[in-house]
Each structure stands twice: as structure tokens, then as C-alpha cells.
Nanobody
Framework: QVQLAESGGGLVQAGGSLRLSCAASGRTFSSYTMGWFRQAPGREREFVAATNWNSGRTYYAESVKGRFTISRDNAKNTVYLQMNSLKPEDTAVYYC???????????????????WGQGTQVTVSS
């Protein structure tokens, strides 16, 4: 399994931006489909964004479409989540996830991914 470490979380005012990073260990990063999920207190972990390992196609939850952008740099073994126009309802712990050669044909669920980071807190104040 790949080891994942998120960074970049913090406190931001509504309307602001943050960029999360997720650094992965190993030499086969380019073969992993990468995803971002989030979990707010008292709620289930939910899908945010993902990028397919082979096509680079991206997927987004409706709640973040047009505001968040997922990207990856295979040379740096890193996936990013650029978050713009943040809202208080975006407040959550954000998790990076990876799965080897996962082919996405629908929006993924947490069960689709076998490797997870520890999470980074994002707090959006109103």
C-alpha cells in the first residue's frame, strides 16, 4: 500500500481559498487513482473529488463542482485539491485516498479506496 500525508489545511474566511496537498510514498504513484474525501462532525465521510490513474479524467461532487479542482503531479508523487470560494459547509477533515489502478466509471465511495491519509482540518468561518 502507498503511504499518504496531507497538508495545507487551516482556518479561512468564507469566500477564501486553500490548497491541500497529499504526498505519496512509493514508485508507482502514477498507477494510483487518487481521491479526496471529507468528513464533518457527526456525518459520514463523503466524496469530494478524484482523478483516474490512466486517463487523468476528474470527478467532482456536485457540492464542490466549479469551486474545487483536483490535480496531480506524478513527478512529485503529489495530488492537490485547490479549493476556492469556500463556504462554512465545506468545514471538515479532508482525507486523501489512493487505490491501485482503480477504474472509475461512477463517483467513488470510500470503500473503493484502500489507502488513506490521516486527514487535515479545514475550517471555514462565516
Amino acid at each position: 500500500q502507498v503511504q499518504l500525508a496531507e497538508s495545507g489545511g487551516g482556518l479561512v474566511q468564507a469566500g477564501g481559498s486553500l490548497r491541500l496537498s497529499c504526498a505519496a510514498s512509493g514508485r508507482t504513484f502514477s498507477s494510483y487513482t487518487m481521491g479526496w474525501f471529507r468528513q464533518a462532525p457527526g456525518r459520514e465521510r463523503e466524496f469530494v473529488a478524484a482523478t483516474n490513474w490512466n486517463s487523468g479524467r476528474t470527478y467532482y461532487a456536485e457540492s464542490v463542482k466549479g469551486r474545487f479542482t483536483i490535480s496531480r503531479d506524478n513527478a512529485k508523487n503529489t495530488v492537490y485539491l485547490q479549493m476556492n470560494s469556500l463556504k462554512p459547509e465545506d468545514t471538515a477533515v479532508y482525507y486523501c485516498a489512493a487505490e491501485l489502478k482503480l477504474l472509475l466509471i461512477r463517483l467513488p465511495t470510500p470503500r473503493d479506496f484502500g489507502s488513506w491519509g490521516q486527514g487535515t482540518q479545514v475550517t471555514v468561518s462565516s
